[in-house]
């Protein structure tokens, strides 16, 4: 699982200042006055490290290159996703810019292998100096100043602020339509929630990036790290638009244990916790490797056994008549929002607009149904816990989303 944090306790720099200089050459850093490179020898040429910035995007549209959607079986388009202030854009590019792109694709992930930066260290340091590229999620990060110096000269060299993609983020929608009809434009009104899986490590694959509407699902490849500047994007953006990213937003429920069933194309059947929050359900699997995870429920389900059989009652009357404060689903309410949904890269969030409706149905095969306008998703519910978190959530979120249990 991934820390919230960037680079936690990390021991590789203190945070960038916006007086660090490197090489544009090798990325190495420079000494105050130098007029040469230390490492190189390349005559000095500045480059402004990034400094820490708000977590709230620019109003200028974020393009995120790297992607393909499947025509059939076994053909594919390249795409890239360019992201408005009130849509999302998946761009079919001219043949002579997918050209471009692929020759710079190829050259970045050499120059990521032999540096040893990951993808999303890449993306996520070049987004504090490009102003077509998302801020972090989260807002300020520490960023050692010897990664910037590297993701920095690698941007220089490979001409990353000039790329051919960004010539998109110029034109309006109805101009990139008009180039090719084969590009696809949604609006955030129509999106239900965007979802994926960061599926690969290493700078070779390609992750899965998940937009569901109200009239279909599109299912996009997206390689080299993009998958991470396009989730933090869209989450953002969409926050923004239905009005969620302000300050004060409160988890006021846990339903722990919810267990999907594998979707098509999805390599895992995901357990989540589902996050009523007073602005949105927010769907985030429990921080932690897997033996982590099972260890702390099993301890917890031990402590509570043993309190409940101290008070001469059943394990469901106990359940159902605390507030259960002490248990490890309860960790999330020690974290801010975006914290959650950046935790791991499946955790995603429906606003409560979008959503119909909310059943809890028990019997021999306990689930949650979230009703949404195109579909429905059903999750088996643990019923010892289930029914009563989800009384909460129906009493503090009345006239928000309905919410029944049978």
Not at 190 to 218: A, F, K, N, P, S
Not at 314 to 326: C, K, P, T
Request: charged share 25%.
């Amino acid at each position: 699982m991934k820390s919230p944090d960037a680079y936690p306790n990390d021991y590789r720099g203190a945070p960038v200042t916006a007086t660090s200089r490197f090489c544009t050459a090798c990325g190495a850093p420079l000494s105050p006055g130098a007029k040469f490179c230390e490492q190189c020898g390349q005559p000095v040429a500045m480059v402004t490290a990034a400094a820490p910035v708000p977590p709230l995007l620019p109003d200028v549209p974020v393009v995120i290159p790297f992607g393909a959607m499947h025509t059939g079986v076994f053909s594919r388009k390249d795409i890239l996703l360019v992201i408005t202030g009130d849509s999302l854009i998946a761009v079919v590019p001219k043949p002579e810019v997918s050209r471009a792109i692929e020759e710079i694709r190829e050259q970045l992930s050499e120059a990521l292998d032999q540096s040893g930066i990951t993808a999303r260290e890449f993306w996520e340091v070049s987004a504090a100096s490009s102003p077509m590229l998302p801020r972090a999620y989260l807002g300020p990060r520490q960023v050692p100043a010897d990664l910037a110096g590297q993701v920095n000269g690698i941007r220089s060299r490979l001409g990353l602020d000039t790329a051919p993609w960004l010539r998109y983020g110029g034109m309006r929608p109805d101009q990139i339509i008009a180039e090719n009809p084969a590009s696809l434009r949604v609006s955030f009104d129509d999106i239900l929630y965007v979802r994926g899986e960061d599926l690969v490590d290493d700078r070779g694959g390609e992750d899965l990036l998940v937009v569901r509407t109200t009239h279909r699902e599109e299912r996009w490849r997206v390689a080299l790290g993009g998958f991470y500047p396009a989730r933090a994007a869209l989450f953002s953006r969409i926050g923004k638009h239905h009005g969620l990213d302000v300050p004060g937003e409160q988890i006021v429920s846990i339903v722990p244990a919810c267990f999907e069933p594998g979707p098509k194309e999805f390599d895992f059947q995901y357990v989540f916790n589902l996050l009523f929050s007073d602005r949105r359900l927010i769907l985030a699997v429990t921080p932690g490797s897997e033996d982590e995870v099972e260890r702390a429920w099993d301890h917890y389900m031990e402590a509570i056994g043993k309190k409940a059989r101290q008070k001469g009652i059943s394990l469901e009357a106990y359940a159902a008549g605390e507030e259960l404060a002490d248990a490890p689903w309860q960790e999330f309410r020690n974290r801010s929002i975006h914290e959650v949904l950046d935790a791991d890269g499946v955790n995603y969030f429906i606003p409560y607009p979008q959503i119909r409706g909310v059943a809890y149905k028990g019997g021999r095969n306990p689930a949650i149904t979230i009703s949404l306008a195109s579909h429905a998703l059903e999750l088996q519910a643990d019923p010892l816990f289930a029914p009563g978190q989800l009384r909460e959530a129906q009493q503090e979120l009345a006239g928000k989303v309905p919410i029944t249990i049978a």
